[in-house]
């Protein structure tokens, strides 16, 4: 049943490229993202001196579609994208290349919270990464 639903999840994880990540301060920021499915992460551009850049930070994100109700709340820490992350992100946002002051992060997966309205499932699904 696990496999069945992190199936699920990383579908819709892959079905969409919007998301807001949150952090403590109180700060939210709208941003593109791609799926890493290997490694588990959200990848996405930012400047440095973004307010929601804090490297090794834990981070909170939010990936919702409203027909039918689905949707994720995600916990994860803030790293630099590794190089193979960094190719994926730009195949797939070729537009990015032209943010040279930015970078590329990963937002590595900790905890998610799957919600999938047409599953009727009793509860919310939870998952935590290593």
Do not use: W
């Not at 969409?16 to 791609?34: D, G, H, Q, R």
């Not at 939010?62 to 630099?80: C, D, E, F, S």
Request: with cysteine; charged share 20%; proline share 3%.
């Amino acid at each position: 049943m696990v496999l069945i639903l992190k199936s699920k999840i990383n579908e819709f994880l892959n079905s969409n490229n919007i998301c807001v990540v949150s952090t403590n301060e109180p700060y939210s920021a709208t941003l593109f993202y791609k799926f890493d499915e290997i490694n588990e992460a959200l990848l996405f551009i930012s400047s440095p001196t973004s307010r929601h850049i804090k490297l090794d930070e834990l981070l909170s994100a939010a990936i919702y579609t409203n027909n039918p109700i689905k949707g994720v709340q995600i916990i994860g820490k803030l790293l630099l994208a590794n190089e193979t992350q960094k190719k994926l992100y730009l195949n797939t946002y070729k537009a990015a290349n032209f943010a040279l002051n930015h970078k590329i992060y990963a937002l590595k997966l900790k905890y998610l919270k799957y919600t999938d309205n047409t599953l009727m499932l009793p509860k919310k699904t939870e998952i935590f990464y290593e």
